[in-house]
């Protein structure tokens, strides 16, 4: 009986993952004009980006560190912290350019 519990839980468990990964990498998707984000909607999509270590950052960010609770934190663009001022991994990643478009 306890295996068949353990058993349970880890489907429910594995299951939250995906749903969690989807999530981000459609949210990590986002484009301006397109589905719209509050938090993630670059001018250039991190998703079809030649290098997408933007796009690749944001996901793992999402779907492993912050567990897809930064889809809804505007201390946040595209899961990628905008804080603290000096050090933020927004701008000392790049992504800040593909996302204003400066490249």
Known sequence: ????????ALCFLTA????????CQEFCAGVNGG?????????LSY???KNKTCYNLCV???A?????SCINDRRFKCCLATFPAKKQEFKMTGCNRRYLNLD
């Open 1 to 8: 009986m306890l295996a068949l519990r353990i058993l349970a």
């Open 16 to 23: 939250v993952a995906t749903i969690t990964l989807n999530l």
């Open 35 to 43: 589905e719209s984000y509050e938090n993630c909607s670059p001018w």
């Open 47 to 49: 998703a079809t980006a």
């Open 60 to 62: 793992h960010n999402c």
């Open 64 to 68: 492993a560190v912050y567990d897809g």
